[in-house]
């Protein structure tokens, strides 16, 4: 890498392959389910840093996008057709190369997208513009566990019907939870401008039509955790997942008599590094892991 050209000076590769992080060991990858050691259950999904990346991009795209929302003229159709369609074209850049087969997307993210297309077409907007838009707005999730997390952690205490029965109450009420579990104010706001937006719409009575017959149409199910989603939250520390305390979580496991995962320090090092370690007998390979025997 040359340095000169950057405005910027500091070393930009070696300083992350180099530093030691704690995390799981992955003993194998089955399509985007990562199999951990010491897990009785997978991971869902596949975020690698390039897709994180072209995720973060459509994710702030969206989120500077609600500033041309709150107007009264989002409820002309083709006033907000528009607005999508330049969201998709921007957003599109970053997105493509990654965009998972459906087949291997987290039921989550799916889900969310199905059900954004099935919004979209029942208001009106083209189907070809709802689909891409449906596209990038589930890749937002489908790259970022983060938010899958906190999602489905609140989705998880309500259902359909209740849903159904004051949409804008309940979502209102998500947000209260998610604020009392959650540790980071950012991501906080960035759910409250969903929720206030769709507040908004719902005092349009087409949009309020569309959202009722979307929850409707839904599998809600799948926006909720499952067995493996259950488990793995436990684990998360950024965020008190069922409204517990992570040593509360941890102590929910072992009362159950499930494993904890153990994480292992790890160190990033360049190919030519490993090869030398290799050769001269620093590192061995023990139990699936390369081990720092020297």
Request: proline letters at 3%.
């Amino acid at each position: 890498m040359q340095e000169s050209i950057y405005k910027n000076s500091g070393d930009k590769v070696s300083t992350i392959q180099q530093e030691s992080q704690s995390c799981y060991v992955i003993e194998r990858i089955e399509g985007t389910l990562r199999y951990i050691k010491g897990s009785p259950y997978p991971q869902k999904g596949m975020p690698t840093p390039e897709s994180v990346w072209a995720g973060n991009q459509a994710k702030i795209l969206f989120r500077e996008g609600l500033y041309f929302l709150k107007t009264p003229r989002i409820i002309q159709t083709k006033y907000l057709e528009k607005l999508i369609q330049k969201y998709n074209l921007i957003a599109s850049k970053a997105t493509i190369p990654y965009i998972l087969k459906r087949e291997c997307q987290h039921p989550f993210a799916k889900e969310v997208g199905d059900m954004t297309y099935d919004f979209l077409t029942k208001i009106g907007i083209q189907n070809e513009t709802a689909e891409k838009f449906a596209e990038n707005f589930n890749f937002i999730f489908e790259a970022d566990n983060a938010y899958v997390i906190r999602a489905m952690d609140v989705l998880s205490e309500t259902s359909k019907d209740l849903m159904l029965k004051n949409p804008r109450k309940e979502i209102r009420r998500m947000i209260i939870l998610l604020r009392q579990r959650d540790t980071v104010t950012s991501v906080i706001d960035k759910f409250e401008n969903v929720q206030k937006l769709i507040a908004l719409m719902l005092y349009v009575p087409k949009y309020k039509k569309a959202f009722v017959e979307t929850i409707q149409n839904s599998i809600f199910t799948h926006l909720q955790y499952d067995e493996a989603d259950r488990y793995w939250a436990h684990f998360r520390e950024d965020y008190n997942c069922f409204g517990k305390t992570f040593e509360e979580r941890l102590k929910m496991i072992i009362d159950a008599g499930l494993p904890v995962c153990q994480k292992y320090n790890v160190a990033h090092y360049s190919k030519e590094d490993m090869d030398k370690m290799i050769a001269d007998g620093t590192i061995e390979m023990r139990d699936g892991m390369w081990t720092k025997v020297k």
